[in-house]
């Protein structure tokens, strides 16, 4: 405890110090900011690639908690399930696309992010509403919210070679390689990458139990994990350019599951390969833009447990999962006027199988369609857009079609006032169809489920002070889900039944500041910082003892803050620092169900070396829980203590 | 900045304020009360013991942790009183925690592991000095109650639960219930020699069983949950081995003398086992319980403990009426309450 508040004074000195001295001995302040972690549209959150590499964050699910927003469930470091909801509403209403084209698990209605990569990512949007750019797929429009990921070999570049290379050594086993390679020649580009990591996964940990203090070692933790793919593109005419991609990545991790207090047995495995082949053909004249475009989404998931007491000496189960996505997007110009329509139509088609009994090998056919109209007047911009979807599963001889509508209108002011700043409003409806487990899974899954719905109001605006050194932006929501899909025990805690009963109300009020300081020529001081506070009531029942008590593992109160020091663009040193107030992990509000909050810190040091020609290097080490925090995001998902990594990056360009 | 700054640091001591659980000496000798054990929930470690003083109806909800400092663990199934011990089955954390009968102090955590795996113990029941345990890896074990040591693992059919002890003979309902085609039998043992002497047919997934005489029982046939519905029968095991099929809506039984609670979600119905005779199908009115979870019959003050598991996912109440059905009172525990013992 102690240890944490002087970290915290250490890391935040310099704003005490530096930041007064600034202000008063440097009379102008050069404006150098970026857009990493501030709105771009008032819906919209990015990341860059800069960023990325200083948060040194194991995958995608890790990077995803510093948006302002989203609540990340972390089932315990590298190879742990991680996934997300945003403003209190499940991560099945976020789309995931990867460089244009979208990424889907419909087995379990939502991606394990721990699976998705970020060393070749150039930037991480995430948007909540409709995305600036209109030509994403449809199923990915119609979505509440968006992240979308792009990345260094799908970026189009200037020089006709570009390379990447990163090697990574960190406790506990881990070992990471990655490379890329990039090659651009006449109106075409061509890039290869691949990586592997490992990690051995046995990291000790504490844990208290009642007035014991435990340590002990995370076992069956280990990961091995194969990523590649090949991205090609060509302009293949002036208006016509055709783009394909393939990615592949197979899996072999053991699941640590919960610390349960006096068993430390742990056996359980998850095998898994995930591969994804892409193709758009872009089209363009002076007017507008058409993308026509197929996704095809093959991915196998093998789970293991050996110690399962059945009479076959344990689990032994396969699951097979098939999408695929035709659809055409497309956007035009309103002769002679500022309003512009978009929209398109998109056919999926998804099936599950598997050497399970208790599933049937559903299958399900999706028919989703936009239509919108975007409008940029003098002072302000609008969107209004409408969609379909509708859906058919199948299961043997059972047939049965669902049809939900969604709409969005977006306001925003466009140019500043002293006052108002750039304020923006929206408000959508949008919903998520029930997974392929929670239709047919066992005796539990229902085929009647309803779709969840999720009514958001959202209003906020942004503000620049101090010669546009300082950013502030500011929003307030309420949303509302009905027909909230959850697994009830309905005779029994071995009996349970999936059935639409639940809703939630959401208040919430998201802030996030930025301030950049020049302090000289050569040093400047950046720091920044999102809070995110959430009421997420469970409202289904006024007689129930948890009515308008908060959601499980939602916080009331997350902050995440960082401060980067940047010696003459070479040298650097970047403090990040995370807490999460409290949660409950049931949603009765007693305390028996908190789950303690905590603060973690990570410290990155790294030096740039401008080599010879176009050669570039980079060495950084990053502290990752500086001060030896116990903490978990899920109860008895203990994550690791104090560890290290070391990254060694190579660029050609 | 400054501002920010001092925000964050309140935020960091609020997030790390950190809760001692003081031994509580306060009950130090248990009488007039219930100890009721409270299931948790699967992996939250959340199983607990309540206390509840009959004289001033407080409830405390920490009792093993005020006795022993540490938790309990992870799914409380079974919690007996035998002998000057109250025995404590965890199932998932797969202990068995062995308490003073008098005073609630530890007497020994028993680890009910083998070779690296756990064994998932299930149940409890008692004979001659010795503590049976049903385990879900196929075996029962024998652990002599004055060393509290395992003596013998006795091999029976696939996931064992619940057992009780007739005429010198264990009867073990053997569920099957994590293999696909579900066992369809209950054990026999013979409680001296210490073997299996017989399987006996009664029916998919047996679960529940209630002794009637030397050589009767009454079991719960669960089925499957779905196309195999579940049933009450009744078996005569005795040399000529007979069985029963009695016609009533069942997800849970209880013994009350001579008659058979037998109870679903929304009714709870009076059998006479000797007359083969449902006397009530509303014999308890239902009204203000949400999830009957299980009902027990302390003989000693002829009445009725009704423990309501509140949607499963919130803290629990006991009920308690008479013997004759009337309510007398309810006390507010802790999470899926599913057993007590009760202290005169």
Known sequence: MLKNVLVLILCYLPIFVIGQENEKTIPEVRIELANDSIPLSGVSQQISAKKISLYASEDIGALTQKIAGITLKNYGGIGGMKTIAYRGISGANTAVILDGFALQNTMVGQLDLSNLQVDNVQSLTFTSGVPSDELLPISALMQGNILSINTFENKPTNDTMEVRYSSKFGSFGQLDNYGSYKRSVANSLLSVYGKYRSFSGNYPYTIENGNLRTVSMRRNNQLKEGFGGINYSKDLKPYLKIRTSIHFNQSERGLPGAVILYNETSNQQLNQQNTYGNIVLEIKNGKGKMNIYNSLNYGYLNYKDPSYLNDSGGLNQWYFNTINQTGVTMNRKIKDSVFMLYGGVEHTFSSLTATNQYVFSPKRYHLQSVIGLKSTLKTFSFTAQIANHTLQNQQGNSVKNTTAWNSYFQLEKRNYHLWLGIPRAWLKQTFRMPSFSELYYNSIGNKDLKPELALQYSVGTSYRFLKNSLHISIDAYYNKVENKILAIPTKNLFVWSILNVGKVQIFGVDLMLRKNWRLSDKLELDASMNYTFQQVQDISDQKATNYKNQLAYFPAHTLQSEVSLLWNNETGIFISNSIISKRFVLNENTTSNELQGFSTFDITCYYKMNSYKKNKLKVSMTIKNVVNTPYQYISYFVMPGRNYLMTLSYAFN | ?344
Not at chain 2, 23 to 35: A, E, P, V
Not at chain 2, 65 to 81: A, I, S
Not at chain 2, 231 to 259: C, T
Request: glycine letters at 6%.
């Open chain 2, 1 to 344: 900045m400054r501002l920010i700054s001092l925000c964050l640091l309140l935020f960091v001591l609020v997030a790390c304020k950190k809760k001692t659980n003081p031994i509580n000496s306060d009950i130090s000798q248990l009488s007039h009360g219930l100890l009721v054990l409270n299931e948790g929930l699967f992996n939250l470690n959340n199983a607990s013991l309540s206390w509840v003083d009959l004289n001033t109806s407080s409830v405390s909800d920490d009792f093993f942790l005020q006795k022993t400092g540490r938790k309990l663990g992870d799914t409380g199934n079974d919690l007996q009183r035998y002998g000057g011990k109250i025995y404590v089955l965890v199932n998932v954390s797969s202990t068995i925690e062995v308490l003073n009968t008098s005073t609630g102090q530890s007497v020994k955590q028993i680890l009910m592991q083998e070779n690296g795996k756990a064994k998932q113990p299930r149940n409890l029941a008692f004979y001659g000095g010795k503590l049976f345990v049903s385990c879900f890896d196929g075996y029962v074990d024998v652990i002599d109650t004055t060393t509290l040591n395992i003596e013998k693992r006795i091999k029976v059919g696939s996931n064992p639960e619940n057992m009780v002890v007739n005429n010198h003979r264990l009867y073990v309902a053997n569920s099957g219930g994590l293999i696909p085609s579900l066992d369809s039998t209950i054990s026999e043992i013979d409680c001296q020699k210490l073997v299996e002497v017989k399987k006996i047919v009664v029916g998919k997934n047996p679960g529940k069983m209630v002794v009637q005489d030397d050589s009767t029982l009454f079991v719960h046939v669960r089925g499957n949950y779905s196309s195999i519905p579940s049933e009450l029968k009744k078996i005569n095991v005795g040399f000529i081995e007979h069985q029963e099929s009695i016609p009533v809506k069942i997800s849970g039984m209880e013994k009350m003398e001579n008659q058979l609670l037998v109870y679903t979600a929304e009714t709870v119905s009076l059998y006479d086992m000797k007359m083969n005779t449902i006397i009530s199908n509303s014999f308890i009115p239902l009204k203000d319980i949400k999830t009957l979870y299980r009902i027990q019959y302390v003989d000693a003050v002829k009445q009725l403990f009704v423990f309501d598991a509140n949607a499963y996912t919130n803290t629990g109440y006991i009920h308690r009426f008479s013997k004759d059905g009337q309510f007398i009172q309810k006390y507010h525990v802790g999470l899926n309450p599913n057993s007590l013992i009760y202290y005169e």
